[in-house]
Nanobody, 118 residues
Framework: VQLQASGGGLVQPGGSLRLSCAAS????????MGWYRQAPGKQRELVAS???????VYTDSVKGRFTISRDNAKNTVYLQMNSLKPEDTAVYYC?????????????WGQGTLVTVSS
């Protein structure tokens, strides 16, 4: 089982990006999925998470600007990021609780860099 994240890049303040994270391998079930970020010199923090039924949680600093969604048929989670700010600059990681071979384990993607700068 692995998670492959994509969609990062350089964007100007006020711009938008959409991150994607696809799970592959021998997957029986995917429960909670989420996005975390880690800025230079800071701890990794939760940005947003989504349950298998679509319930969402956001950190306060991104509410109203970011939207998390998932496509269960494609084993993929998305993060639509609008009105980006320089303080959103970070490496973004996806995480998913995946059941494979009767074992549930939290898997992490490899990280994708988002840089917000003019």
């Amino acid at each position: 089982v692995q998670l492959q994240a994509s969609g990062g890049g350089l964007v100007q303040p006020g711009g938008s990006l959409r991150l994607s994270c696809a799970a592959s391998g021998s997957i029986f079930r995917i429960d909670d999925m989420g996005w975390y970020r880690q800025a230079p010199g800071k701890q990794r923090e939760l940005v947003a998470s989504i349950t298998i039924r679509g319930g969402t949680v956001y950190t306060d600093s991104v509410k109203g600007r970011f939207t998390i969604s998932r496509d269960n048929a494609k084993n993929t989670v998305y993060l639509q990021m609008n009105s980006l700010k320089p303080e959103d600059t970070a490496v973004y990681y996806c995480k998913a609780y995946i059941t494979s071979n009767s074992v549930t384990y939290p898997y992490w993607g490899q990280g994708t860099l988002v840089t917000v700068s003019s």
